[in-house]
């Protein structure tokens, strides 16, 4: 069963989050975040590479909004007031609070964006009608998104209420690390051997920036002492 993954954001960075999953014929974006360090189109996931016309709806099963972090939401209003998206949404990861956290979130971006005198993407009213939009999926519930697609929530470590002790119960091995702090953000399955993999990439990405430093710091130290004999 092949899997395709097209990253519009986030892909070696942190910030609009969105990223497109084709499996069997089912297209599902995870996502719809934006950029806090660009204030011009970079902002925002290009959705040109999903369709030319402009027709959405038919582009994508649905939608998943893993949480309501603006890297993950701050689009969102935009994509289905603006661009027209009508089709499925759903919020997951503590579905609730998500669904109840998110408009605030969006709309405090939203005055942010008035205060510095930007140019507003989406009005209260956009993101109000937005919601009405969404489906909040408890956690372990499972949705029927058509005949041939479910999606079920599970726990995601991350936010508040964000335990991972589901995991152990859909994974065949849980990395050691991930399995000490209980928290399990990415799970996928071996080729080799078709289980299913836990592991957590934040602590990864952490592990990878701190040694990056010290590799910057050595060579600062290194250069010190060589050109001008400081100890």
């Known amino acids: 069963m092949a899997i395709e993954c097209l990253v519009l954001g986030a892909g070696q960075e942190v910030g609009k989050s969105c990223v ?20 011009d189109h970079r902002r925002y996931p290009d959705f040109s590479r999903i369709s030319k016309s402009g027709d959405f ?12 972090h603006l890297d993950h939401i701050g689009f969102l209003p935009y994509f289905t007031e603006v661009c027209g998206y009508n089709g499925p949404i759903y919020m997951t990861l503590s579905s609730y609070p998500t669904k109840a956290l998110a408009p605030l979130m969006l709309d405090d971006y939203r005055k ?20 009405k939009k969404v489906t909040a999926v408890d956690i372990k519930q499972t ?12 726990y ?8 991972q ?14 399995k000490s702090i209980e928290a399990v953000n990415c799970v996928i399955r071996r080729q080799n051997d078709g289980k299913l993999y836990g592991s957590n990439r934040d602590y990864v990405g952490a592990i990878s920036a701190i040694e990056d430093s010290l590799r910057g710091f050595l060579l600062y130290f290194l250069l010190d002492v060589t050109l001008y004999g400081h100890v």
Do not use: W
């Not at 942010?112 to 937005?130: D, H, K």
């Not at 949705?143 to 697609?149: H, N, P």
């Open 57 to 68: 709806d038919n582009a994508f099963s649905c939608i998943i909004i893993t949480h309501f």
């Open 112 to 131: 942010v964006m008035v205060r510095r005198g930007e140019e507003q993407q989406f009005t209260n009213e956009n993101i109000l009608n937005c919601m």
């Open 20 to 39: 497109v999953v084709t499996i069997n014929g089912k297209r599902i974006m995870f996502d719809c975040g934006m950029h806090m360090g660009y204030l």
């Open 143 to 154: 949705v029927q998104v058509d005949k041939d697609l479910q999606i079920r929530a599970y």
């Open 165 to 178: 002790r589901d995991y152990p119960s859909i994974c065949d091995e849980v990395d050691p690390v991930a």
């Open 156 to 163: 995601a470590g991350h936010l508040y209420h964000s335990s």
